[in-house]
């Protein structure tokens, strides 16, 4: 158990429980760096410096499995991606490499905030320079984001932002749809291809609510903006997850034990004649 120092008050506590709580509670309105950056800073100020290297080598070690995970599930990343990852790793071993020898010799036990904020900042950088998202290579290019029209919810129209948003979910069925259709696509990755575009269509006809002019244009708080961030958290959260999966299902140790599962040989292709909202079942 650490020690944590918070508005004066000592008290004892486990460091998992804690700090995983203050995370669940961080709003969603911004991208998970620039989240993840404002709540290290946060808690160096308040917690033991002790407590937030603690903490700071857990988040290391979880990009570093990242990494792992990401180069191990993307087959086929180029060479300059692959190097990418390597630097990125090196990196963040150092920085971790760093920090214990500087815990082995008591360096954070007294009067240690400024000195952990230095390697807060280093580890933020690092984000910024090298950023790993599970999901985003391999994904297709868009003009726009998810997390980039988060950050437009105070600063653009809802008209504006639910044109843009549907723009970029036409963006993401086409490419799911070239996927689902190709040839060079296994069983598996097909049937998760018509499983994404299946939540994104229902996304693409999203009925918003209507503008009643009660709020300004650039208060979140307004219904229809509300609903916008959630439909873009939702497209977030299905498109990186598919990406991941198409590439990882690539494997074929994973088109094996597919095809083991669905007791199946070749995939049959058929046509489909029903419009989006009539498909419920996918067509292999």
């Known amino acids: 158990m650490a020690t944590l120092r918070s508005s004066g008050c000592k008290c004892k506590i486990g460091v998992p429980f804690m700090l995983m709580a203050l995370v669940l509670v961080l709003p969603l309105t911004r991208s998970a760096p620039l989240e993840e ?126 044109s843009s948003t549907n723009t970029m979910i036409q963006t993401y069925l086409t490419d799911i749809d070239e996927k689902e259709r190709s040839f060079g696509s296994n069983r598996m990755q097909k049937l998760s291809a018509f499983m994404a575009k299946r939540e994104l269509k229902l996304l693409a006809d999203y009925s918003y609510p209507p503008n009643n002019g009660n709020y300004g244009y650039n208060n979140v708080n307004d219904p229809r903006k509300v609903a916008i961030g959630t439909v873009l958290r939702k497209v977030k959260t299905i498109v990186d997850f598919f990406y991941a999966q198409f590439n990882h299902l690539a494997d074929p140790k994973s088109t094996i034990k597919g095809n083991e599962v669905t007791n199946s040989h070749e995939p049959r292709i058929e046509v489909v004649t029903s419009t989006p909202s009539q498909e419920t079942t996918p067509p292999y």
Not at 55 to 66: A, T, V
Not at 67 to 84: A, E, F, Y
Not at 96 to 112: C, M, R, S, V
Request: hydrophobic share 40%; charged share 30%; glycine share 4%.
């Open 37 to 162: 950056a404002k709540f290290l800073r946060q808690i160096a100020d308040q917690y033991s410096a002790p407590l937030v290297v603690s903490f700071l080598h857990s988040r290391i070690q979880k990009n570093e499995e990242m990494i792992t995970k990401i180069k191990s599930s993307l087959k086929d990343l180029d060479q300059s991606k692959v190097d990418v990852f390597d630097l990125a790793g090196k990196t963040l071993e150092l920085l971790d490499e760093q920090l214990t020898a500087l815990e082995k010799a008591d360096y954070f036990d007294f009067n240690g905030t400024e000195k952990v904020k230095y390697f807060i900042e280093q580890f933020i950088m690092q984000n910024e320079m090298y950023p790993v998202e599970f999901g985003s290579y391999g994904s297709v290019k868009v003009v726009v984001t998810p997390d980039a029209l988060l950050e437009d919810l105070p600063l653009k129209t809802s008209d504006v932002l639910i």
